[in-house]
């Protein structure tokens, strides 16, 4: 395992899709100080706090290189634009090639979450610790919320997960749940059976948020900050994002989520959590399905 140390200075972020991209392709002072000027100005006093430091980059004469290295991470959002998958693909892959000199992380909140933190991956250069995206978090906290439901425990008392895809072949680590230290297949009051309704129901749920309200930015966006928040601060949470695995499980080339230990360096560490060999395999097409997704943009 790798240590790390917390950043030493105020952490900078940027929280972008269009944001990044205009600075990017801002050719002047005056532009740059414009765009920095609006982000401040619609910013809480935390964000123009954490901005202050850029804006006086600038103003020193800083190029935009330097900005961008400034930063101890960017935050790829999905925009309006960015609902078709073409689409989506030629922004991200335009953004995250001029990132090239980035020395934090890059964070992709934007779907399919899988094959836009690979393409991000591959068009920056970056290292594919330094590349994640959201992948599975809302999908694990969505099941031990239901199983805490189910139960009648608090959530953050179960320890269990969803891995692979975010998305239909997502596989939940059934036997690996755990409750206090006992596997939940031997829970009192757990009835395996309902292993399939609860991860189809976990699986659901966004769609069923989707076509109540249009949209599911309230849950991706208290998990993105919760993200940033913990990677910023460089805590070594578990998390199942995702990321481009080199090696792990045996799986090469290809972004889903495993449970990493997620710091200020990234998802440096991937874990290989114990699995049954029907998880394994689903884990292994849930690999499939997202390389033939990203062989067809």
Do not use: F
Not at 35 to 43: E, G, H, N
Not at 161 to 173: K, R
């Amino acid at each position: 395992m790798t240590s790390e140390r917390k950043p030493a200075s105020t952490p900078q972020l940027l929280s972008v899709s269009d944001d990044v991209e205009a600075l990017i392709e801002a050719t002047t002072p005056e532009q740059i100080e414009r765009i920095v000027s609006a982000w401040t100005k619609r910013a809480d006093e935390e964000a123009t706090a954490l901005l202050a430091p850029v804006r006086a980059l600038i103003e020193r004469g800083g190029t935009v290189s330097e900005a961008l290295a400034a930063m101890h991470a960017i935050l790829l959002e999905q925009s309006v634009e960015m609902q078709r998958l073409t689409i989506r693909d030629a922004i991200v892959s335009s953004i995250a090639s001029s990132l090239k000199g980035l020395r934090g992380l890059l964070i992709l909140v934007t779907n399919p979450v899988d094959v836009m933190t690979q393409i991000a991956t591959e068009a920056s250069g970056l290292p594919p610790a330094r590349v994640t995206g959201t992948g599975t978090m809302l999908d694990t906290a969505r099941l031990r919320q239901v199983l805490g439901r189910e139960l009648e425990i608090e959530p953050r008392s179960i320890h269990a997960q969803v891995i692979g895809e975010h998305g239909d072949s997502e596989v939940v680590l059934w036997s690996g749940a755990r409750i206090g230290g006992i596997p939940l297949r031997r829970w009192t009051g757990w009835r395996p059976e309902r292993e399939q309704a609860v991860a189809g129901e976990v699986r659901r749920a966004a769609y069923e948020i989707i076509q109540r309200k249009g949209a599911t930015n309230h849950a991706i966006g208290l998990v993105a900050a919760a993200l940033l928040r913990w990677s910023l601060r460089g805590e070594r949470r578990v998390l199942t994002v995702t990321r481009v695995q080199e090696g792990a499980l045996g799986l090469d080339d290809v972004a889903l989520s495993l449970p990493c230990i997620v710091g200020a360096s990234g998802a440096v560490d991937v874990l290989e959590p114990e699995m049954d060999q029907v998880e394994r395999e689903a884990l292994m097409q849930s690999a499939d399905v997202l390389r033939r997704a990203r062989a067809s943009v």
